[in-house]
């Protein structure tokens, strides 16, 4: 069942400015009168990093280019897929459950561009070439006025009706799949486009007033969200930030005049006669009065809180001092995205502004043919220094200033700045995945426990932003068929440059070393000390054969040179004579590894599988040949022989275990086979036509003189091999000298 978020959807602010704005009309003020801040000063940058729903939101207007979270109006109940795992031949299966959602978020009360990174728990989801790290289905609805209905959500509300939400952005997610996030949809956030390249400072005022504030095209922001109860609410932040003046137009008084404040530049200052009036008909005048605050009353350091776009939109905090004494520090939000040092500009204006205006002017001067206007410079021969005009009321002749202290140190300040470390989640590509098969003689999770089942095991990997891959047995037509499941996180996996040379299974190898390049510069191998190794460490198979490596030297672009090699491990010493060139490495993983179920293969039968990653156009296959080394016994080891005195041959060897090769409180270890048997093929060498075959149930046996005389030659070739119920161990072969 779908759930439609009823809520109310709309503008970040509704209604005209109104009288708040409209009681600017007849006199003309500065921001610090119009925009006069509350007793209290309270946070309202909003962190935009958590998703919400609830009845009522408002929904910020998005301008430029800025990261926000949204707001989720429709939603579908999660949904469930079930899979089956392993089972057949008397182990038991499992059912995997996987889910995944439907439902659609609110970005922007006025009309986008378009869609750039997403982010889901804070990882990148969607990356800048429009890639999704999850698989999912998307929908993308700019906001205009003639938006459609969406079709996900029509179909799924046919009852009910669905609105097209027209003059809202909105991004909507068919079954998003939610497996690695578990099984909830997560936070998102969303890079929104509103505009192409930096926004305006003026073109954002103009917007939130309803075109009723003009003003000339100065600053840019990169970004900018304004929400708010009302418009009033939704400028604040702009003109706490940026040192603004207002005053009517005079040739609109519907219109209202913006501009920043200018420099205090001597040379465009006004004059004002110092013959300031005292009465106006028979209502004496305040003589001019000039105050001045104590600094300690002013704040000796401001703070602005913004985004920066360079650390991926993070909230970011710059802040200015002075020396002295002062009072609590303040604290501005001001919810654009800009850089460091643009906001370290803003604090330190507005830290000077502040300390500038605390000398105030209050004045009565004849109105004459001069218009007087908010942020225009003024001089007086008796008050030393420049005055910039607050706000100015006239009437009955006369003229009524308000002016403050102007100094230099009132202009935006440009400074260095450090935006602090980045630590993101990187935007890369998944690539092609690689497919590996590895048949192994023991369960990952338990490589010292006998193994009666088969273990193939799947490795996958790709470029650095590949995850994981979806893995399939082989259907009709040697196409993808029946799936197997997910293959959660890449295995660390690459390809030996050259051929890993032969050494004894019975001694640490510290003559050969191996060069391997990994499947990416991303991954990365590491030293293992012999308790390490003791307990499992870098254990890994190259080719067929298992080793452990103590020692991994990095070399460039993501290659290293193993040393230090435990070899032949889990009864695969016959497979160190037989390396070639270019053969597989990977690091057996019981984390990032999937074991493939019995029911999808046959022992010892050639086995085909298919693994479909993000970024593959097609499955990609791998294939084995004889899979079932679990089930066959190890080889026997320590092979003897001699000639009785009787000229009988007496061959001797000890067995081994697919218990496992740690040797526990001194007693024997287990068999691990349904009986012990053995067989011995005993030829002439290079001509195995002639083998004479016997089998024994104890690691001993004596062939009789008469029995070899027929081989007698330079020397005899025996093949001992342990018998077991699914076939037999490879061979522990002697040359014996005749």
Not at 76 to 82: A, F, G, V
Not at 140 to 159: K, R
Not at 440 to 458: D, G, I, N, Q, V
Not at 481 to 501: F, K, R
């Amino acid at each position: 069942m779908a759930t439609l978020v009823l809520s109310a959807v709309g503008t970040a602010f509704g209604g005209p400015i109104g009288g708040a704005i409209g009681a600017i009309i007849g006199q003309q003020v500065d921001q610090n009168i119009l925009f006069k801040p509350k007793g209290r000063e309270g946070p309202r940058l909003q962190e935009l990093a958590v998703q919400t729903s609830s009845y009522g939101s408002q929904i910020s207007r998005i301008f430029g280019r800025m990261r926000v979270a949204g707001t989720v109006i429709w939603a579908t109940d999660l949904k469930e897929t079930r899979s089956r795992e392993g089972g057949g031949k008397g182990r038991p299966s499992t059912t995997i459950y996987s889910y995944s959602a439907c439902f659609a978020v609110a970005l922007s009360s006025r009309r986008i561009k378009a869609i750039g990174r997403i982010w889901a728990d804070g990882k990148i989801f969607r990356g800048a070439a429009g890639d999704f790290k999850t698989e999912t289905g998307f929908a993308f609805y700019p906001g205009g006025e003639d938006q459609s209905v969406d079709g996900l959500m029509a179909s799924a509300e046919a009852g009910g009706g669905t609105p097209a939400y027209r003059g809202l952005a909105l991004a909507v997610f068919e079954d998003m799949d939610l497996t690695e996030y578990g099984n909830r949809i997560p936070s998102l956030t969303f890079e929104v486009i509103g505009d192409d390249g930096s926004v305006a400072i003026a073109d954002i005022i103009a917007d939130i007033s309803g075109q009723r504030i003009a003003m000339a095209a100065s600053h840019t922001v990169a970004g900018f969200a304004a929400g708010g109860e009302d418009r009033l609410a939704a400028l604040r932040p702009l003109v706490d930030a940026v040192p603004l003046s207002f005053s009517a137009d005079p040739e609109n008084y519907d219109r209202i005049e913006a501009e920043v404040r200018p420099n205090a530049d001597a040379a465009t200052a006004m004059t004002i006669d110092t013959d300031f009036v005292r009465a106006v008909g028979q209502q004496a005048i305040d003589s001019p009065e000039l105050h001045s605050a104590s600094p300690s009353a002013v704040p000796k350091q401001m703070s602005v809180r913004y985004y920066d776009p360079a650390r991926d939109y993070q909230s970011g905090i710059q802040s200015a001092f002075r020396p002295g004494t002062g009072r609590a520090a303040i604290t501005r939000d001001f919810p654009a995205a800009l850089s460091a040092d643009d906001a370290r500009a803003l604090a330190l204006t507005g830290l000077w502004s502040v300390y500038g205006e605390r000398t105030t002017l209050q004045v009565s001067v004849p109105l004459g043919s001069q218009r007087y206007r908010p942020a225009m410079l003024a001089r007086f021969d008796i008050f030393g220094g420049l005055w910039r005009v607050r706000g100015c009321q006239t009437g009955s002749g006369i003229a009524q200033l308000s002016l403050a202290r102007a100094s230099a140190a009132k202009s935006m300040i440009r400074v260095e700045s450090e935006q602090g470390r980045n630590i993101a989640d990187p935007d890369l590509p998944a690539g092609p995945t690689r497919l590996v098969l590895v048949d192994l003689p023991f369960a990952l999770e338990a490589p010292t426990t006998p193994s009666p089942l088969m273990r193939l095991y799947a490795a996958a990997a790709g470029a650095e932003g590949w995850r994981n891959a979806q893995l399939f047995g082989s259907g009709a037509g040697d196409a993808p068929g029946e799936y197997i499941g997910q293959i959660a996180a890449p295995t660390i996996m690459g390809t030996v440059s050259g051929t890993l040379g032969s050494a004894s299974p019975a001694l640490i190898d510290r003559f050969n070393h191996v060069d391997i390049e990994l499947q990416h510069a991303g991954m990365a191998l590491h030293l293992a000390d012999d308790s390490q190794l003791l307990a499992g460490r870098n254990l890994a198979v190259i080719g067929q054969e298992i080793i452990q490596f103590s020692a991994a030297s990095p070399l460039e672009d993501g290659r290293y040179r193993l040393s230090k090699l435990l070899r032949g491990l889990g009864g695969t010493e016959i497979e160190i004579s037989r390396h070639r060139a270019a053969e597989d490495f990977v690091l057996l993983d019981a984390g990032s590894m999937l074991e493939i179920g019995l029911s999808l293969y046959t022992p010892f039968s050639p086995a085909r599988v298919f693994a479909l990653g993000r970024d593959d156009s097609m499955p990609v296959p791998a294939e084995i040949t004889a899979p079932g080394r679990a089930l066959l016994p190890w080889s026997p080891v320590h092979g003897s022989w001699r000639f009785r005195d009787d000229g009988d041959l007496e061959i001797g060897w000890t067995r081994r275990s697919r218990a496992g090769t740690v040797w526990q409180d001194n007693v024997e270890v287990p068999l691990a086979e349904e009986s012990e048997k053995y067989r011995i093929a005993l030829s002439a060498s290079g001509a195995p036509e002639t083998a004479i075959v016997a089998e024994t149930s104890v690691p001993n046996f004596i062939f009789p003189e008469g029995q070899i005389e027929p081989l007698a030659s330079n020397h005899i070739t025996a093949d001992i091999r342990q018998v077991g119920a699914h076939g037999l161990s490879d061979p522990l072969t002697l040359h014996i000298e005749t």
